[in-house]
């Protein structure tokens, strides 16, 4: 049976602000969206579910990712079924695909690295499950953290609202799914041995969940959450994806340090998450992107994708202000070319503002501009029948994925440190 203890935090505006900030979303956008919690919890709304701040911390968003649910929903669990670290470790190997693999994350090839492991300690379904990586594993997964002490992580929840899905419900019992499935491994097709190369290949250089981990926070991308393109196509400071857009929007190193001591329980230090030699985040050079991608099959949430778009570096999307001149990193691999960073500060500025801001003043002309487009001059995001109707009235619509938020040009606070997180 699954209980709920009664929130320490999170009661007033203010604080129910915060929460709303660290989400990326500014009060007018959604104060309907986050309320406060109380027990007993009582009936919710369509919607309405129990989200632990210590998720957001570890890289859940609004709308919450596709992949992620159906993740959820193969395992049979619900979402506060699990620990605020096995939500980090599910960020970092979705980060770790889109950024430094080159791939979609899919349900087998996360089933493929980890299976799922019931707490002996927990009396309760609220946190009593965890992901934990095979030992099995023929192909090395890259090292991961110790992860910090979430003792109170309970205490701290609100009420949010999203799009209504089953795997949000509070769980009243275990996981819908017996123990021998939690460590069934699916047999990967010859179609993924790229794929298991690249993952090797990052693993013996060095490159740790440490390195993934501060990629996403600097970054501003919450992997958990869904997004209108992967991270390897992302642009800059107006990203789309970012949870928080624009100048002044980065993470201060101060606000790094709260974040991964918070996560981790370590001590921080700075070097640790650079980069080894060798190691380029995909998105910082298109040639680079253009050569790895067209070595790898495209994936889905669940696996291999039926329509495999033969190395289109962006996936049949085209993104507007990405630089066609970056170049490829120097022989010895330790990052772009003086002229490639350039082309990364060009794309960025010539990105635009997002969506939000351009409501503000831009002209139509320049918001489709700024827009997500399929290689076919469409914007992405439209229903098909719609998207038929703009290729013959070159209409326009939408790049944002529905519901989603980000606040152009508001650096939020850094999360708070979970509940009971090492100083």
Known sequence: MASLVRPCHFQTEAELNVVRRLLGCSPQETVWG????????????????????????????????????????????QLQHLTPYSILLTSIFIHLCEMFVGVRPCVILFRHFFVLVKSGKSKDEVGAYYFQTRSDLQTPYIPGLTGGKWDYWRKEWVIATTEANERLVMPTEG???????????????????????????????????LNVLGDFLKHRIAPLKQRPRPAWSFTGLQDCSRTHRGEGSDLTKEGLEVVVRAVTGEIFVPEHLILPQGVVPLYEDSSLRTAVLATLPTLDDSGLALHQTGGDPDRGIWIPGASEEQAVPSAVGSGPSAKGKQAVAGSSAASGPSQARSSSGASPEDV???????????????????RQRAVEDAGQGSSLAPGSCGTPGVAAPPPPPPGGASP
């Open 175 to 209: 996981p819908a799914s017996d123990r021998q499935s939690w460590r069934a491994k699916t047999s990967l097709p010859s179609e993924f041995d790229p794929v298991m190369s690249k993952m090797r290949t990052l693993a013996e250089s060095g490159f740790t969940s």
């Open 34 to 77: 986050i309320q406060a919690g109380s027990v007993p919890l009582g009936d919710l709304r369509a919607g309405e579910f129990v989200l632990f701040i210590s998720h957001i911390s570890t890289g859940l968003g609004l709308p919450i990712s596709s992949f992620f649910l159906l993740l959820l929903e193969d395992f049979g669990l």
């Open 368 to 386: 489709s501009r700024r827009r997500l487009h399929h290689s076919d001059g469409t914007p992405v995001m439209e229903p098909t029948a719609k």
